[in-house]
């Protein structure tokens, strides 16, 4: 963010006196100003008092972060609530009467001297609301939507079934009180401070229940660590773990229960802990998270290239596990007591009051949350009056002027016993006005000489970023001619281009009152894009649908109130053949005459995947002349006992647009073989030399001593694709896209049992 008017980009010193001259003095009276209001500004006009408020932002309710650009609820917005009144008269001595309504500012000189240092301090807890693409499963951002933080107070009926490793939570009681809203702003980010004084509230209470710190919506890092493959923080002692310590409820409400450690979020160190080489973890993975989520763990963590950004694994893993709520499998008799007709055989198996019992709504849960995994629980159990800070949120979704909700499922949101608190993920309802992205390129209106593409995503389309004739990305990916993943890089490459492409251009031009792209199929006649909606960001309102008439004309909007002015088009690839667009724009007047139009950029899509296999599999007794060929299904070697032991792997892999290949073969605890001597390295890794490098294949050795134990042997191939996709959230505008990412890859495996006869 631009911290004064000197450090904008695109307005030069003879447009900053102006500004100041008009009474702009600060980068704040800028925030506080509307587009309509800079756009009057001598030499600003309405393009560039738009792209002035996409850099600075606009001031909401609450003031931005420090050096974020979030919105922030401060603690001159924080109003005391009842019961936090109660507990600050419990701690201080002070009258709860003369709290309520009151600051956390305001009360800071009266605490003072009557509660411990740390509680007058603030913790940050920031977070964004998302909601996922129906189509790509893409969180996108939700923009200017109200974010109401709420003190919680709610009773619980827990279910925690055997054996399964998740509980829920069903709601009998609560109540809520407002602290403060907050705007979440273009990315959908916004950030509270929180009162330490009120986080101990809530963590003294967690202290005293056994497991509730334990108690959290999941991310995809806590399902990892279930599935062992994320390691422990801290090494295990040898021999057995101990038995869990049995529930007792008449201790539950005194006896201490640790708080986990710090948690690390987002950090480069979670791509080296991932542990996803054992040869069953892609499969413990895919189970809880579906195949296609443990693919992209495994090729983000496979041998990552030097300098490679770890950014998109620490995302990926801070993403909620469960982002809608798990069906609990609960029994017939409590799924069906809404249509009862007498609870009283339900009431004796639950532990709660049948007064209570009768609000219990089977189809209200929340979860699934991580079982204690330290303590047996019983399958049900009462947990009441349970404080937190929670979060709803609001949206105008059918702009009637009134917001509707969008995320109401806020209980447990927080771990408010991290260190730093992670950022926090509110997965909004699909009703939610989302848009496509949240970064776009700072395209200056001096461009815009004529109508022509400027960036996909945001990479520039000028010549030495793109090749507008053979429609590759020229820097991504690039060839190594030593044929190797440490080799100097060529000049340059071709990259194709896959997922959703956001191109962004000039099409604002006097006579021109809509716009539409065409495009040429391998040659074919230019035809118009149709059907391609999105949600284009607004900076005061919530987003504003964009979508085309039969012919694909899109109405060219007032810029004065988009966040994105220059975007054209949301381009989902996946719903097109692969293969090279010419693409281009065209300008229409009124009555949608054509009246301009640009010259043509041409693309090359590839959402294809990579293919590799293995070509054949063979064994025998180490220094023997013959080998034995071992079958496709199921294949086992009966080695004689004390004999080393040597295994041949053949294997190919190809791509439209190839880029690399590794083998390895790994074993399952007890050693990995060992590559046979002299050793090729260009038989178990290839890099691309060359665009035309698109298979390669090759025949590697390894040799199983005959130290090594009986067991699962796995060969395992890791073939990538070199297309790309421009949207920026990898290291590709950090590095001017001088760097390699892989977005398509094949990951076979042949796993090999070796029985000692």
């Known amino acids: 963010m631009p911290e004064t008017l000197e450090d904008l980009d695109g307005i030069g010193e003879r447009r900053t006196e102006r500004l100041r001259a008009a009474g702009y003095e600060t980068i704040e009276d800028l925030r506080a ?22 850099q600075v932002g606009t001031r909401r309710p609450g003031t931005a972060a420090a050096g974020t650009g979030e919105p922030l609820v401060t603690p001159e917005d924080w109003r005391i609530t009842r019961r936090e009144a109660v507990h600050l008269e419990e701690v201080a001595g002070i009258d709860a009467e003369e709290l309520v309504g009151e600051t956390a500012a305001g009360v800071q000189d009266r605490l003072e001297l009557r509660v411990d240092w740390e509680s007058l301090f603030f913790r940050r807890v920031c977070g964004r609301v998302v909601k996922p693409d129906p189509e790509t499963g893409d969180l996108q951002p939700v923009p200017n939507a109200t974010v109401h933080v709420e003190d919680t107070d709610c009773s619980f009926l827990g279910y925690f079934p055997e054996p399964w490793p998740w509980g829920w939570f069903f709601p009998l009681r609560c109540r809520r009180e407002g602290i403060a809203t907050v705007r979440t702003d273009e990315c959908g980010r916004f950030c509270v401070l929180v009162p330490r004084w009120e986080i101990d509230r809530i963590l003294r209470f967690r202290r005293e229940r056994i497991c509730l710190p334990e108690i959290v919506k999941p991310d995809i890092r806590d399902v990892l660590d279930d599935l062992e493959v994320l390691p422990e923080p801290f090494p295990r002692p040898p021999g057995p773990r101990p038995d869990p310590v049995p529930y007792d409820p008449g201790e539950a409400d005194v006896t201490p229960i640790p708080i986990p450690g710090p948690r690390a979020s987002g950090s480069g160190s979670d791509l080296a802990a991932l542990d996803l080489d054992d040869p069953g973890a892609v499969e413990r993975v895919g189970e809880v998270l579906g195949t296609d989520l443990a693919e992209q763990l495994q090729a ?66 929340v979860g699934p949350f991580r079982r204690c995994r330290d303590v047996y629980v019983p399958e049900w159990v009462t947990v009441l009056d349970v404080p937190d800070i929670t979060f709803r949120v609001t949206q105008d979704v059918d702009g009637d002027g009134d917001e509707e909700t969008i995320y109401d499922e ?37 461009e815009c000489e004529e109508p022509k593409l400027v960036t996909a995503g945001l990479m520039p389309l000028t010549s030495s970023y793109h090749d507008a004739s053979s429609g590759y990305a020229l820097r991504p990916n690039r060839p190594r001619p030593g ?92 719903r097109y053949p692969d293969g090279r667009y010419e693409v281009r724009i065209q300008l229409g007047d009124g009555s949608k005459n054509v009246v301009g139009e640009s010259g043509d950029v041409a693309f090359v899509v590839d959402n294809s995947r990579p293919t590799a296999r293995f070509t054949g599999i063979r064994w025998r007794v180490a220094g023997a002349s013959s080998w034995t060929e071992l079958p496709s299904v ?92 421009p949207a920026g959230y990898d290291a590709g505008p950090g590095s001017d896209w001088h760097y390699d990412h892989v977005y398509s890859w094949s990951h076979p495996r042949r796993d090999i049992s070796v029985v000692t006869e």
């Open 483 to 574: 044929g190797f993943p440490d080799s100097p890089r060529a000049s340059t490459g071709e990259a194709p281009y896959t997922g959703t492409l956001q191109l962004h251009g000039c099409v604002r031009f006097e006579d021109a009152e809509y716009y539409r792209l065409l495009y040429a199929y391998d040659g074919a006649d230019p035809v118009p894009f149709t059907g391609l909606e999105w949600k284009a960001a607004r900076l005061e309102d919530p987003p504003i649908p964009v979508s085309p008439d039969p012919q694909g004309w899109y109405e060219i909007l007032d810029p004065s109130d988009l966040v994105f002015p220059y975007m054209l088009l949301n381009w989902n690839t996946r």
């Open 300 to 365: 983000a963590t496979v041998r990552p290239n030097f300098g490679e950004s770890t950014a998109p694994v620490g995302e990926l893993l801070d993403r909620p596990a469960f982002p809608r709520s798990m069906e609990p499998p609960l029994p017939d008799d409590v799924r069906a007591l809404p249509e009862m007709e007498s609870i009283g055989e339900v009431v004796d198996r639950l532990p709660v009051e049948e007064r209570h019992l009768q609000r219990l709504d089977p189809g209200r849960f």
């Open 634 to 725: 199921c294949p086992v070697v009966r080695r004689p006992p004390g004999e080393a032991i040597e295994i041949e792997v053949s294997y190919a892999a190809s791509a439209r647009h190839f880029r690399d290949v590794r083998m390895d073969m790994i074993g399952c605890g007890g050693g990995n073989p060992v590559r046979k001597s002299p050793v090729d390295r260009a038989d178990y890794e290839h890099w691309h030399t060359d665009p035309a490098d698109n298979s390669h294949a090759a025949t590697e050795v390894y040799e199983l001593p005959a130290s090594l134990p009986e067991g699962s042997y796995s060969a395992r191939l890791f073939a990538n694709g070199r297309a790309f996709n």
């Open 410 to 446: 806020g209980f447990f949101d927080v771990r408010w016993d991290a260190s730093p608190i992670p950022d926090v993920t509110l997965t909004a309802h699909g009703s939610a006005l989302s848009v496509p992205t949240c970064n776009a390129p700072d395209i200056d209106e001096e």
């Open 33 to 54: 100003a509307s587009p309509r209001e800079l756009a009057v500004v001598e030499g600003i006009g309405e393009s560039l008092a738009t792209r002035i408020k996409s």
